[in-house]
């Protein structure tokens, strides 16, 4: 079976693993200051080898970084003389609506709530 017969469920189980690895590192590197998480060819191979798949280089991943905006969101525009691949975490900023008005906190709203209840039991 070749890789473009299984494109889809192929790239949804890597953005899965992907996924994964980011959101793991998140959470233990809480409060550290990396540079930027990546994640080598050899170690995500592996990752794919264990989901039933041949592997990846580098021209595969361009291709599908280049066809699939969902993984765009999760690793950085592969190069090819990189070893790693660089994957974008919670401190990346993303592309997004600016200047957007922030609504009450859930606080405020709670004691709002509270006094008007309040207000109509009187």
Known sequence: MRLYEVEDRFINDLILLLNNVIGGNDSHSAGKSEDQMSISYPALNDLLINQGYSGIDYDVLKKLYDKHRDLQKLIHDPQEDEQEIK????????????????????????????QDFQQDLG
């Open 87 to 114: 994957l974008k975490t919670e401190a990346d900023p993303m592309p997004g609506p600016s200047g957007v008005a922030k609504g009450p906190g859930v606080d405020q709203m709670a004691k709002k709530g509270a």
